[in-house]
């Protein structure tokens, strides 16, 4: 299983930035996958997730700012965030999920997103 986000940065509050994983190694489509974030001194905090039927579903503190959505032909995760907010800032996770989207076996290196004017 590999798994290689892209796509963090230095944003200022209010703009967007779009993360991609790169997932290899595995049937993709036949897998749930999310995004978990880990900002300093915090725990991981899972993000989205979006079932193998499509399906999103998000954590109360990013609804109606983050998108999830997945490729399957390209074996691609997504997360679009807009709106971003200092406490938005965290080093963000393609993870792939197993028995609830919020479990996970493997994850990705990460990808940092600042949010900070």
């Known amino acids: 299983v590999q798994l290689v986000e892209s796509g963090g940065g230095m944003v200022q509050p209010g703009g967007s930035l779009r993360l991609s994983c790169a997932a290899s190694?595995?049937?993709?489509?036949?897998?749930?996958m999310s995004w978990v974030r880990q900002a300093p001194r915090k725990g991981p905090e899972w993000v989205s997730g979006i079932n193998t039927g499509g399906r999103t579903y998000y954590a109360d503190s990013v609804k109606g700012r983050f998108t999830i959505s997945r490729d399957n032909a390209k074996n691609t995760l997504h997360l679009q965030m807009n709106n971003l907010k200092p406490e938005d800032t965290a080093l963000y996770f393609c993870v792939r999920s197993t028995s609830t989207l919020a479990d996970y076996d493997s994850r990705g290196q990460g990808t940092q997103v600042t949010v900070s004017s």
């Open positions: 190694g595995f049937t993709f489509s036949s897998y749930g």
